[in-house]
Structure formats: C-alpha cells, structure tokens
T-cell receptor
Framework: GDSVTQMEGPVTLSEEAFLTINCTYTATGYPSLFWYVQYPGEGLQLLLKATKADDKGSNKGFEATYRKETTSFHLEKGSVQVSDSAVYFCALDFGNEKLTFGTGTRLTIIP | GAVVSQHPSRVICKSGTSVKIECRSLDFQATTMFWYRQFPKQSLMLMATSNEGSKATYEQGVEKDKFLINHASLTLSTLTVTSAHPEDSSFYIC???????????????FGPGTRLTVL
C-alpha cells in the first residue's frame, strides 16, 4: 500500500541554520505531495505542495521538489527562525482519496 | 480563502455524556470532509470520511456507533462522541477537500482542532 516515510525527530537547530527534513514515499501511480505544519496546540496548515514530477513547491522560505526518480519530497529552508519551531508532516494524496501522512518531524529552533 | 473552522476549540465533559464537534468550511463548499484523531506527539489517525448527503465511511477499528458523523450540508459536518469516556480524550481535527473552482480539489484544508477532555 501507499506509505510515507519521514526523517525521525526531534530535530534541533540553531537559528539561521540550514534545514532539511527528508521524506520518501511508496505509491502506485503519481500522487500529489504535501508538507503540512502544525504549531503547538493547533491544527495543520498547508505549507506547500507539488502535483507532478519535478514540480517545486515553495512557501515562507521553505521548498520541496517532487522527485519521481528517487520518490522523494524533501523539505528545505536556507535559514530557519525560532518561529519555524513546529511539527512538520509529509503527506501524499491521489486527489479523491484520503491523505497518507508520515509520522511527523518535530523541529525546534534555538536562538 | 479555503478556511475551515471547528467549534468548540476545547471541551471538558463528564464521563458518560455526549459531545458534538462542528466542522465548517467557511468560504467554499465541501462535499467531502475528514475527521482525524491525534494523540500526543503522534501523527493524525483518520477516523472517517464524511460525505454530504450520505453515510460516513469509517476506518477499520473506529466504532461508528460511538463516533457519529453527520454531513448535513455542503459546509458543515459534525462529529458526536457518544457516551464519552476518559480514553476518548484526544485532539480531534477535521479537514475539507478544497474548492473546485480554485482547482484545489487535491488539497485538504484543516480546521484548528478540538481538544476533548473527558473526566
């Protein structure tokens, strides 16, 4: 079945460090790929998405590229801020079915 | 755009009572909504898919008689936790599939969540 594997956390970085959170997927066909972010005590917010191979999603300085050859959708940011501290979820969707989530990666940025 | 709200944001109830949680799509119509449950420091667990005008589809292991879902309109789905017990305490999150007219039908938009505590 379809699945998403995320880098295990927690991840702790200093402010202005470079961030990578790895995400790989297993799926039959070509799903849409998403990164969602969850701040403490809140629901999930869509951070970015990509719907086909080689698409790059970007938002708030975060980027992720849909790599079909490596079945990956790694999240990157060049310079993180304390306000980026949250839990990040990678997910896939075939458009008319349920989202399949990764386990989430807790990110803490220290000043 | 594509905002989903939930009410209440937090509820505390006594064991044995029922609690209703509302999920609304504020600026779009949603034929499909989803209900998730999240335990502390864990990922989301899909409980059921709510379809407007028809019965909800429950995931394996979710008691449909305990977690009643009603999707009576294109902007509202409700989850009722019946005869709640302390083990039902959790964070419940709903989502709605995005608006067709904005070509976001492949994207789910999430509500802010409802924290249920059963004493």
């Amino acid at each position: 079945g379809d699945s998403v594997t995320q880098m295990e956390g927690p991840v702790t970085l200093s402010e202005e460090a470079f961030l990578t959170i790895n995400c790989t997927y297993t799926a039959t066909g070509y799903p849409s790929l998403f990164w969602y972010v969850q701040y403490p005590g809140e629901g999930l917010q869509l951070l970015l998405k990509a719907t086909k191979a080689d698409d790059k999603g970007s938002n708030k300085g975060f980027e992720a590229t849909y790599r079909k050859e490596t079945t990956s959708f790694h999240l990157e940011k060049g310079s993180v801020q304390v306000s980026d501290s949250a839990v990040y979820f990678c997910a896939l969707d075939f458009g008319n079915e349920k989202l399949t989530f990764g386990t989430g990666t807790r990110l803490t940025i220290i000043p | 755009g594509a905002v989903v709200s939930q009410h209440p944001s937090r509820v505390i109830c006594k064991s044995g009572t029922s609690v209703k949680i509302e999920c609304r799509s504020l600026d779009f119509q949603a034929t499909t909504m989803f209900w998730y449950r999240q335990f502390p420091k864990q990922s989301l667990m899909l409980m059921a898919t709510s379809n407007e005008g028809s019965k909800a589809t429950y995931e394996q292991g979710v008691e449909k008689d305990k977690f009643l879902i009603n999707h009576a309109s294109l902007t509202l789905s409700t989850l009722t936790v019946t005869s709640a017990h302390p083990e039902d305490s959790s964070f419940y999150i709903c989502s709605a599939r995005g608006p067709r007219d904005r070509d976001y039908t492949d994207t789910q938009y999430f509500g802010p969540g409802t924290r249920l505590t059963v004493l």
